[in-house]
């Protein structure tokens, strides 16, 4: 469990340090998002949030004629850029925050924001990243949301209710560094999409994960 509270700053310092080996690790897209996506036809512009080493914005591109890739580290960037190749051009790749997101208002079509709303440190980080998802949506767009469960297998003995804690992360050498995260229950993690801007059109756990398919709330194409 975590004592002493994290920031984003903390956690984008943590991802800072293991990108490069992080990047090694993470080769391919989830299945569950690969269907999101095969499901959800071709848009203008889509949209990774916390996308990492680009694994699923990479996906996104072969329906968007766009995709936007945003992530807090400037590591993880960089590594994305360097799998991008020739589609550099159709991915720009932006340093933000997911809790305040530098796009338009109803300027993406599509979007996934998974396995990165379980590192805002603060519910109040965590509801604030998805009403700006929200904000973002175009009024028919969609996107699907991920975090890490209690229902995963590795947190048998922590009861039902959501908690933070540090995982650590390993870098050759043993250099451990520990990584913050949320651990939402799946009642939690329902209540926090209800109480956001979105609307919560599907919901499943899946390999210890909760997803949420979401749309904006109050739109209308």
């Not at 990108?19 to 269907?35: G, I, L, M, N, Q």
Request: glycine share 8%.
């Amino acid at each position: 469990m975590v004592d002493d509270q994290a920031t984003r700053r903390d956690v984008r310092d943590t991802y800072e340090e293991i990108a490069d080996h992080f990047s090694k690790t993470r080769e391919y897209a989830w299945p569950e998002v690969e269907s999101f996506v095969e499901s959800a036809g071709n848009v203008d512009r889509a949209l990774d949030v916390g996308c990492g080493n680009g694994r699923h914005a990479e996906l996104l591109a072969t329906g968007a004629a766009e995709v936007v890739a945003l992530d807090a580290s400037r590591g993880l960037l960089f590594e994305a850029r360097e799998r991008f190749g020739s589609l550099g051009g159709r991915v720009p790749l932006v340093q933000a925050d997911a809790a305040s997101l530098p796009l338009d208002d109803d300027s993406a079509g599509l979007a996934v924001y998974v396995a990165t709303l379980h590192h805002l440190p603060t519910r109040e980080d965590r509801r604030r990243s998805l009403d700006e998802l929200a904000r973002v949506l175009a009024p028919d767009g969609r996107a699907l949301v991920s975090a890490w469960s209690t229902e995963h297998d590795r947190f048998d003995d922590a009861g039902d209710d959501g908690f933070d804690t540090t995982i650590d992360w390993t870098l050759p050498g043993d250099e451990v560094v520990p990584r913050f995260y949320h651990i939402y229950a799946p009642d939690e993690f329902r209540a926090d999409v209800e109480a956001s801007g979105l609307t919560l059109v599907d919901f499943e756990i899946s390999s210890g994960n909760c997803y949420a398919v979401v749309r904006p709330e109050g739109k209308r194409p």
